[in-house]
């Protein structure tokens, strides 16, 4: 299982959110600036967490935005900001969110192995807070264990 390639232009370090909508449209543009998505698939995000909650919120610290397929995903893609400040989600232990994984895919298929592979990379409990402190997108790229 591997994760789908993390260019520059999916990654943001260090910005300021005001608040856990503005932190997922920051990691919905990332998205859109990779290619990976069109301008639909960002609200589709922020829409999910109004739905159904801050679950996205999966680790201390670490929130995985993300929707369901659909025709504004244009190919498989993640996306990664850091936040300057951490931003409350709502979530009762995992807040406040530093680090914003963003994740788009084609197919229910590649929902689960991404999600897995992005599981096998958290279970090192130093990553997150090496994520929150990344200085540059190398950095970012070697802890995640993809490609550019």
Request: charge should be negative; aromatic fraction near 4%.
């Amino acid at each position: 299982m591997t994760l789908p390639p993390l260019p520059d232009s999916a990654i943001d370090i260090a910005v300021r959110a005001d608040d856990w909508r503005a932190a997922v449209e920051l990691c919905g543009e990332a998205l859109q600036r990779s290619g990976a998505t069109s301008a639909g698939y960002t609200g589709r995000m922020v829409q999910v967490i109004d739905e159904f909650g801050a679950y996205i919120v999966i680790a201390p610290g670490l929130a995985l935005a993300h929707a369901r397929p659909g025709p504004d995903v244009l190919r498989e893609g993640l996306s990664v900001v850091t936040l300057a400040e951490p931003v409350v989600f709502g979530h009762p232990h995992n807040d406040p969110v530093s680090v914003l994984i963003g994740l788009a895919v084609k197919s229910s298929d590649e929902h689960v192995h991404s999600i897995a592979a992005l599981a096998n990379v958290f279970n090192d409990e130093s990553v997150i807070p090496a994520l929150a402190a990344a200085p540059d997108a190398a950095t970012v790229r070697g802890l995640l264990g993809v490609d550019a």
